[in-house]
């Protein structure tokens, strides 16, 4: 009773989702909560967050890692998704709790038209803002996370995972935010964007310690030259860097869907 109490006083703003977006459809499971209108000082606007709390959060003291994930509109919900398939990161969430794997999700929704700008690290390609985006995450985001929830607050315990131009800013925010990120899911990341610029970041950037999740279907673009970069950088695959290329994997909702167990527990294992 009195653990459930301390966190209900801790949480103070953070609204139940369902409540919150009443629709018959929803097909959330397990706690989701919502925060309204949290405000950008670096991007000068607001948006929504959403966090899903782990099985055993209610009912115990323990600190969790935490994952921010984009595109959240597509990741919990399918009445709320713009593409009809959702990644189903509740569901696999609290199945991997049975293996022992747990963690709170962050979940940034994009903003429509700014999400091509937002997700994007290169000025020089359609005024990128993802610097900033990035800068929102660890500066204005995280602490507010970490005031509110039961977290592991080190960079080990702390990382970004999205796909396509979540991908793409996921694996710009490892290397560009080291201190704050020590893992990233990269899956079917978009790196044509800017003329293919984050081969040459990633290269010039130093080697920091974490892991790093990549992936492509063979029916899309292919992360394979991305996958020795950062191999020639150090980083060992199968131990700090995984590359899985899915044969007949599509670049849509239902493949990382279907590749999210996988990543996860790539990512959550020590």
């Known amino acids: 009773m009195g653990v459930e109490i301390e966190m209900d006083q801790t949480m103070t703003g953070w609204q139940d989702y369902q409540s919150y977006i009443p629709?018959?459809?929803?097909?959330?499971?397990?706690?989701?909560?919502?925060?309204?209108?949290?405000w950008s000082p670096q991007l000068d606007n607001q948006r929504d967050i959403l966090v899903y709390l782990p099985p055993s959060y209610m009912h115990s003291d323990h600190r969790y890692p935490v994952i921010?994930?984009?595109?959240?509109?597509?990741?919990?919900?399918?009445?709320?998704?713009?593409a009809g398939d959702e990644w189903?990161?509740?569901?696999?969430?609290?199945?991997?709790?049975?293996?022992?794997?747990?963690?709170?999700?962050?979940?940034?929704?994009?903003?429509?038209?700014?999400r091509l700008q937002e997700y994007n690290p290169f000025p020089q390609f359609r005024n990128g803002r993802g610097a900033l985006y990035v800068d929102f995450v660890a500066d204005t985001l995280k602490p507010m996370i970490d005031r509110d929830f039961r977290t592991r607050r080190d960079r080990a315990h702390s990382g970004l995972l999205g796909s396509s131009m979540g991908g793409l800013i996921s694996l710009f925010g490892f290397f560009y935010r080291p201190q704050v990120f020590g893992f990233a899911?990269?899956?079917?990341?978009?790196?044509?964007?800017?003329?293919?610029?984050?081969?040459?970041?990633?290269?010039?950037?130093?080697?920091?310690p974490g892991k790093i999740y990549l992936d492509n279907g063979t029916r899309e673009s292919s992360a394979r030259k991305m996958n020795a970069i950062l191999?020639?950088?150090?980083?060992?695959?199968?131990?700090?860097?995984?590359?899985?290329?899915?044969?007949?994997?599509?670049h849509r909702e239902a493949a990382w869907a279907r590749r999210l167990p996988d990543a996860l527990r790539f990512l959550l294992r020590d």
């Open 23 to 38: 629709h018959r459809n929803h097909t959330v499971v397990g706690t989701l909560k919502i925060l309204p209108d949290v």
């Open 68 to 82: 921010y994930m984009h595109d959240a509109q597509n990741l919990f919900d399918r009445a709320t998704s713009f």
């Open 88 to 114: 189903e990161v509740d569901e696999t969430l609290e199945a991997l709790s049975g293996e022992g794997l747990e963690a709170i999700v962050v979940g940034l929704p994009h903003m429509g038209a700014q």
């Open 185 to 208: 899911g990269v899956m079917s990341p978009a790196l044509w964007i800017a003329g293919g610029a984050i081969y040459n970041y990633v290269r010039e950037q130093p080697f920091t």
């Open 231 to 250: 191999a020639d950088k150090g980083y060992i695959p199968g131990t700090d860097l995984g590359y899985i290329v899915e044969d007949e994997g599509e």
